[in-house]
């Protein structure tokens, strides 16, 4: 009977153990259970935030990857017509005495560094307008005032450069003009050139400041001389030439000092090429010439005959790939690219 009692009692102590050690597991597997959710609780964002910064770097990697291509290649613009459907025709020209750079600058807001290019379509034609200039203020402005939206009318890409001779030296059209042609090329692959007296501007928009299959002159007449071509041959003012033609040509001649002579000699580099030149219609393409007197250093050239009878012996050897000349500065304006060089002085 004591033996059942001692065990007895054993027992129920032991039950009391087995209760002790049942409930520590369950508060040890209740405060595990919990450690692992506030683990996981603690770990989610985390890994929300790795994921998302997952996803932004895959989006900046696809940005730069694919974001050149959007910003470098603009959307494809249709072809502009053949025919300009902004062509006005025959306009009447005024120059007015009141006018100022800051107008003609205002109304052209298209134009930036001299360069513009039509907004709605692709222009079939690129071309680098190259004026030859020295104290000639006055016409250069009335010229960028009515030469600006004549271009822009013929829907052109188009740059207009003027090609400044520092210095008093005998003023020289031809050099500067082939120094127009190299320095115009400096900044984009032109196909076609117009050289551009800075006293002639264009009275119908029918005139296309476009190049053609072969050489085209530009000048048909003039107010000056009553709108008729001053002479058989006759080659000067404003021509228009492919950058491959000037080069065949090897440009013009760098030794015509003073006035005349030089757009002959042109004339004669095309004609020994076999080139042709031609002319838009006679009514179409007139100029009026603001009128001047000579400029001081633009003398008559008196030795132009003697050079003309020489081209066919050196025109290899001077033109765009003799012509030295030192470049003092070049100036991106509102309206036009200001070159002014230094090419130095006629020889003795």
Known sequence: MGLCSHMFKILRRGKYFVLLVLLLSVLAWI???????????????????????????????????????????????????????????????????????????????????????????????????????????????????????????????YTIYVIQQAGDATFNRAKLLNVGYLEALKDYSWECFIFHDVDLVPENDHNLYICDNQPKHLVVGRNATGYKLRYKGYFGGVTAMTRDQFLQVNGFSNTYWGWGGEDDDLRIRVELQKMK????????ARYTMVFHKRDSGNEINKDRMRLLGRTPQVWRKDGLNSCSYKTLSVERLPLYVNVTVDIGKPQS
Do not use: W
């Open 31 to 157: 405060a595990t259970f919990s450690g692992e959710t506030e683990k996981a609780v603690l770990v989610s964002p985390a890994t929300t935030l790795t994921l998302v910064k997952e996803d932004s770097l895959r989006d900046k990697v696809n940005t730069l990857t694919t974001a050149p291509d959007r910003l470098n290649t603009p959307p494809q613009k249709v072809d502009c017509p053949q025919e300009s459907p902004l062509l006005q025709g025959a306009m009447k020209l005024s120059f007015e005495s009141s006018l100022k750079l800051k107008d003609v600058e205002n109304d052209n807001k298209g134009v930036i560094e001299g360069e513009y290019e039509p907004s709605d379509c692709a222009a079939r034609q690129s071309v680098a307008i190259l004026i030859p200039h020295r104290n000639r203020e006055r016409h250069l402005l009335y010229l960028l005032h009515h030469l600006h939206p004549f271009l822009q009318r013929q829907q052109l890409h």
């Open 277 to 284: 030149i031609v002319r838009p219609p006679a009514d179409v």
